[in-house]
T-cell receptor, first 111, second 115 residues
Framework: SQQGEEDPQALSIQEGENATMNCSYK?????LQWYRQNSGRGLVHLIL?????REKHSGRLRVTLDTSKKSSSLLITASRAADTASYFC???????????FGGGTRVLVKP | EAGVAQSPRYKIIEKRQSVAFWCNPI?????LYWYQQILGQGPKLLIQ????????DSQLPKDRFSAERLKGVDSTLKIQPAKLEDSAVYLC?????????????FGPGTRLTVT
């Protein structure tokens, strides 16, 4: 079974707009990670946020984590056509490094 | 730094045939993972190795899937016999260690089609 569930399943925006996607999970975690996947570059790690962190930034990416609600959000600001991809959240528990992925959000950025 | 290498990139077989996938992780990475990604879904972990030992294979269908990492470097994943529902992309990933904070680096995957 998948731990994380992304919302929405698909998102279509214009270049320059912001894109926000959410992830909910069910059990306690050590950290939550976001990945991007497109046909050209495979699955690429974007950002990791630990359970004791509430917000993290990396370039145009902003991730929040609310452990009380078991949810996370990924914001991509000033989107570009190259941001077109599927975005997955993945949770890691305290023991081991087993990642449990959600079903992903497909983002289309129109030029 | 060279990334995770996988081969072949594509494979088409008939059901009941066997197939093998190969993975070469990033040099120095002790932990290696095999994931199965069915179209439209997120990756699902099949097996995790720490050096040449299995850490987690709870979601590996052991009646038909097997994997090995004999020398703690390269790994092979085999399916025998294949079923139609095995059609998926098989992703290999590696990380420095098996602690939860280590980033996993993914290979390009092998797309398997079972007809």
């Amino acid at each position: 079974s998948q731990q994380g569930e992304e919302d929405p399943q698909a998102l279509s925006i214009q270049e320059g707009e912001n894109a926000t996607m959410n992830c909910s999970y069910k059990t306690s975690i050590n950290n939550l990670q976001w990945y991007r996947q497109n046909s050209g570059r495979g699955l690429v790690h974007l950002i990791l946020i630990r359970s004791n962190e509430r917000e993290k930034h990396s370039g145009r990416l902003r991730v929040t984590l609310d452990t009380s609600k078991k949810s996370s959000s990924l914001l991509i600001t000033a989107s570009r056509a190259a941001d077109t991809a599927s975005y997955f959240c993945a949770t890691a528990k305290a023991a081991g490094n087993k990642l449990t992925f959600g079903g992903g959000t497909r983002v289309l950025v129109k030029p | 730094e060279a990334g995770v290498a996988q081969s072949p990139r594509y494979k088409i077989i008939e059901k009941r045939q066997s197939v093998a996938f190969w993975c070469n992780p990033i040099s120095g990475h002790a932990t290696l993972y095999w994931y199965q990604q069915i179209l439209g879904q997120g990756p699902k972990l099949l097996i995790q190795f720490q050096n040449n030992g299995v850490v987690d294979d709870s979601q590996l269908p052991k009646d038909r899937f097997s994997a090995e990492r004999l020398k703690g470097v390269d790994s092979t994943l085999k399916i025998q016999p294949a079923k139609l529902e095995d059609s998926a992309v098989y992703l290999c990933a590696s990380s420095h260690g098996h602690q939860a904070s280590y980033e996993q680096y993914f290979g390009p995957g092998t797309r398997l089609t079972v007809t």
